[in-house]
């Protein structure tokens, strides 16, 4: 190995180092992780939705399927179930990985006027019943049972509506749910999953819409001057 071949190796290995602890990598890679769990969250929570749909012929002819009791009928109430509890226990874990992430993300800007005015705008989010609500459901999932889950079946204009409903006094009766929590429950004489979903989504989402947005207004020096060496370090390598 002549010179030149020595000190190119060795600007390699140089340049390996500083990518791998670069401020611009680590920034990105934990931005990354956020918006990897908000999507897997965005993607969860679609597919809870459509599962819980039960408007139109071919859903209502599901509905029906599960109201009855050959033996195929009761084939597809236990699949249905089974999948309405697996994606329902996967939205309350997948919406508390999002919450810890956005914490962990917050901490690393503390005292910043960025983590001023997302501690600011998440509290609306936090404080929110329904949130607090999707969080204690979560616990009670982890914790303590299957939740309490029933088919509600009524008629609008002599049309049969159906949906997919928790047992509020069943879950108030059986765990400790925080204050808002409980009122939330209380609230509601019929607490429909695909309404409490729905509901918290309306104010996420613009919260983690602007959240998503800081990054590169926090960043691009950084970012920048990563994507400089990644550059540099492919061009050692075409050499």
């Known amino acids: 190995m002549d010179v030149s071949d020595a000190q190119r190796s060795a600007r390699l290995d140089a340049l390996r180092s500083e990518l791998r602890t670069h401020p611009g990598a ?12 908000h999507g897997a969250l965005q993607t969860n929570e679609t597919a809870l939705l459509e599962h819980l749909d039960l408007r139109g ?20 109430k236990q699949q249905f179930w089974m999948e309405t509890f697996t994606r329902l226990a996967n939205f309350t874990a997948l919406n508390s990985t999002l919450i810890d992430h956005f914490r962990k993300l917050v901490r690393r800007y503390e005292s910043s006027e960025f983590a001023d005015e997302a501690t600011r705008r998440a509290e609306t989010l936090k404080s929110a019943p329904v949130q607090l609500f999707l969080k204690d459901l979560r616990n009670f999932i982890s ?3 299957v939740p309490p889950l029933l088919l509600d079946f009524t008629l609008a204009d002599n049309q049969p509506d159906f949906s997919v409903r928790l047992g509020g006094a069943e879950l108030v009766a059986s765990y400790d749910f925080t204050g808002p929590a409980r009122e939330y429950l209380n609230a509601r004489p019929v607490v429909r999953v695909e309404d409490a979903v729905r509901e918290y989504a309306a104010l996420r989402e613009p919260f983690y819409q602007w959240l998503h947005t800081q990054f590169p207004l926090l960043h691009e020096t950084e970012v920048g001057e990563y994507d400089t060496l990644v550059r540099e370090y492919e061009e050692i390598l075409a050499e």
């Open 26 to 37: 680590l920034a990105s890679n934990q931005w990354r992780a956020l918006r990897m769990v």
């Open 57 to 76: 012929p071919e859903n209502q002819r599901r509905a029906f399927a599960i109201l009855g009791q050959t033996s195929v009928d009761r084939a597809a």
């Open 143 to 145: 914790h303590v049972a």
